[in-house]
């Protein structure tokens, strides 16, 4: 089993920047898939980007460009790096690990991007 626990969420305003990190009790040399995914009100929990052991990485086209998703062993974290942030990034992000065969999710952390 593994938990996960997200921090760095928080009030921004367009165009701002904000980096979420997902730190694991695991070492994440061993979780095969990490992962964001966020849920705004009213809508379904969408991917928005994950990031395999090997380092290849996936991103969903409404952030490809402005947000990164790293990994650093030493933390044992899963970062996501958001810049030029917009209102439609508004939601509760959450971190995702794939490991040993199950799926895991974090506490989730709440970005709001608003004037």
């Known amino acids: 089993q593994v938990q996960l626990v997200e921090s760095g969420g928080g009030l921004v305003q367009p165009g701002g920047s904000l980096r979420l990190s997902c730190v694991a009790s695991?070492?994440?040399?061993?979780?095969?898939?990490m992962g964001w995914y966020r849920q705004a009100p009213g809508k379904q929990r969408e991917l928005v980007a994950t990031?395999?052991?090997?380092?290849?990485?996936n991103y969903a086209d409404s952030v490809k460009g402005r947000f990164t998703i790293s990994r650093d062993k030493a933390k044992k974290s899963a970062d996501l790096q958001m810049n030029d942030l917009k209102p439609e990034d508004t939601a509760f992000y959450y971190c995702?690990?794939?490991?040993?065969?199950?799926?895991?999710w974090g506490q989730g952390t709440q970005v709001t991007v608003s004037s």
């Open positions: 695991v070492n994440i040399s061993s979780i095969y898939v």
């Open positions: 990031i395999t052991s090997g380092g290849t990485t």
């Open positions: 995702s690990a794939a490991y040993n065969g199950g799926g895991y």
